[in-house]
RNA sequence: GUGGGUAUAGCUUAGUUGGUUAAAGCGCCAGUUUGUGGCACUGGAGACCGUCGGUUCGACUCCGACUAUCCACCCCA
């Protein structure tokens, strides 16, 4: 196969025979979100890379080699977004969505693109549904996120699922469990990974979430955050534990749940998969984010939002085996037998379709009994034979391809009446 | 970016120690006489065996590089 008939690396078409998977879960996301007072909002696919430079974080991978960045013929860098969130407090500022009034509670499906080195639910192109929530400092907004990520889950029939959840403080309080963590982890310098030894002076709290066995083993006794959150702090976190427990929703806190970046703040929260062995993420990125809209250059808003990636939702439903809805079955398809009934066929079938009947009818000329084979295949429910002896006799067979039941339609006033009752039955 | 596996029709695969026109199932298209499908039978189309180079009289088969793909790490959705 050339390259001319070969989709991008990392790049996967969605065929026939899938998308109807997708419709079923973005619709359902999207009408989950609706119930909850989020509404949609579309950002373009590509921004200014200064954007996603501050959003963030220029010293994440992501910036540093994940970003599809070039110029376009005016000389401006542009980046195709490699996430949603930033793009979405853009447009916000942009049009000052906040002066509407708060809360401003916004969702989304969209690409995005990341540069790397493709794998089992990781693409270069994927999608994401997200929703965001700005203007609400209180813990009823990200108990609410949650809660909405929570029903969604359950409305597509995943199981297994274990929601995650920690409080990363604000900055006031992670400076000193930063502080803490370096002393502690300055001991064990030499037993920690490369990267930990790296992160020990820029970030000592991704140590904590680091793979490594080694360095995993040493942060079961490292000091935890939430013993170093301030006042507030703890109290909003102890806020959203209630608001979860009185909604009857299952959680466990994970003291490892933390984020590089200094905009996040509070509630991080994570859905694991718990089916197979290795804990894979489903809805990573969950969390609060007081501090990003001011880094882009907004009035300090408190945030919350969440995001996750459509592809392995889809996978983790497949290996759950969950059964999505097979698409609409065609509920008629008119076989004629010649010409004339041809042209006549499709004037039926339009009149079927204004009524939203999935009417068909033969566009390639085949004999009438390949019709008929053709009408098996695609698995319509009704067949309706016309020919000369049809149109004379003004009327026309209609036949249950299951059950071999057979009615007798008029062709002329009455046809639509007819034809919806027996098909609606 | 690091490591491992794989590469033959649309799909799933076979291909014997290198030896002539590369095989099967499914799918696709059509036929099995006259206007009613599913089953069965018959036929047909469809592959420069991922690409390039090497070894050889001869390569789908052996070697190398590249590319793609899958899986894991990293990172994340």
């Known amino acids: 196969m050339n390259l001319l008939t070969k989709a991008a690396r990392g790049t996967q078409d969605v065929l026939p025979a899938d998308s109807y998977k997708w419709q079923?879960?973005?619709?359902?996301?999207?009408?989950?979100?609706?119930?909850?007072?989020?509404?949609?909002?579309?950002?373009?696919?590509?921004?200014?890379t200064e954007l996603f430079d501050r959003g963030v974080g220029d010293d994440t991978d992501i910036v540093q080699?994940?970003?599809?960045?070039?110029?376009?013929?005016?000389?401006?860098?542009?980046t195709l977004?490699?996430?949603g969130t930033v793009a979405a407090v853009r447009a916000v500022l942009e049009h000052g969505l906040l002066?509407?009034?708060?809360?401003?509670?916004?969702?989304?499906?969209?690409?995005?693109?990341r540069y790397e080195k493709p794998q089992s639910g990781r693409y270069r192109e994927f999608f994401q549904f997200g929703v965001e929530t700005f203007g609400a400092a209180s813990p009823a907004a990200d108990a609410e996120i949650i809660c909405l990520a929570t029903t969604l889950f359950e409305r597509l029939g995943i199981?297994?699922?274990?929601?995650?959840?920690?409080?990363?403080?604000?900055?006031?309080?992670?400076?000193?469990?930063?502080?803490?963590?370096?002393?502690?982890?300055?001991?064990?310098?030499?037993?920690l990974c490369s990267t930990c030894t790296d992160r020990l002076e820029k970030n000592p709290m991704r140590i904590v979430d680091c793979k490594n066995l080694e360095c995993q083993k040493i942060v079961e006794d490292a000091p935890n955050i939430i013993d170093f959150l301030c006042e507030d702090c703890e109290q909003h976190f102890k806020d959203v534990k209630n608001y979860l427990s009185e909604s009857k929703i299952d959680y466990k806190i994970n003291p490892k749940i933390v984020r590089g970046l200094d905009y996040y703040t509070r509630t991080v929260f994570e859905f694991v998969s718990s089916s197979d062995s290795n804990r894979s993420l489903v809805c990573g990125g969950?969390?609060?984010?007081?501090?990003?809209?001011?880094?882009?250059?907004?009035?300090?808003?408190?945030?919350?939002?969440?995001?996750?990636?459509?592809?392995?939702?889809?996978?983790?439903?497949?290996?759950?085996?969950?059964?999505?809805?097979?698409?609409?079955r065609c509920d008629i398809f008119i076989a004629t037998a010649d010409k004339t009934a041809q042209t006549k066929a499709l004037h039926l079938a339009k009149t079927l379709r204004e009524s939203s009947f999935y009417a068909e009818i033969d566009i390639v000329e085949r004999s009438l009994k390949t019709q008929l084979k053709y009408a098996d295949k695609i698995n319509?429910?009704?067949?309706?034979v016309?020919?000369?002896?049809?149109?004379?006799?003004?009327?026309?067979?209609?036949?249950?391809?299951?059950?071999?039941?057979?009615?007798?339609?008029?062709?002329?006033?009455?046809?639509?009446?007819?034809?919806?009752?027996?098909?609606?039955?």
């Open 24 to 48: 079923f879960v973005q619709d359902i996301m999207l009408k989950e979100a609706e119930l909850y007072g989020f509404k949609e909002i579309r950002t373009p696919a590509f921004e200014h």
């Open 65 to 78: 080699k994940e970003m599809y960045t070039f110029n376009d013929k005016a000389g401006r860098s542009l």
């Open 81 to 83: 977004k490699p996430e």
């Open 99 to 113: 002066n509407d009034g708060i809360p401003l509670k916004l969702t989304y499906i969209t690409p995005c693109y």
């Open 159 to 191: 199981s297994n699922l274990s929601l995650e959840i920690n409080s990363i403080g604000c900055p006031e309080c992670r400076q000193a469990y930063r502080g803490a963590l370096k002393k502690f982890f300055e001991k064990h310098r030499e037993k």
């Open 286 to 328: 969950g969390g609060r984010y007081d501090g990003l809209i001011e880094e882009i250059g907004g009035p300090a808003t408190p945030a919350v939002g969440f995001g996750i990636g459509i592809e392995r939702l889809i996978l983790l439903m497949q290996s759950q085996g969950i059964e999505i809805p097979k698409p609409k």
């Open 380 to 384: 319509a429910k009704f067949l309706l």
């Open 386 to 425: 016309l020919g000369e002896k049809e149109f004379s006799e003004k009327k026309a067979e209609m036949k249950n391809m299951a059950s071999g039941e057979k009615f007798i339609i008029n062709l002329d006033n009455d046809f639509l009446t007819k034809t919806k009752n027996i098909l609606s039955d």
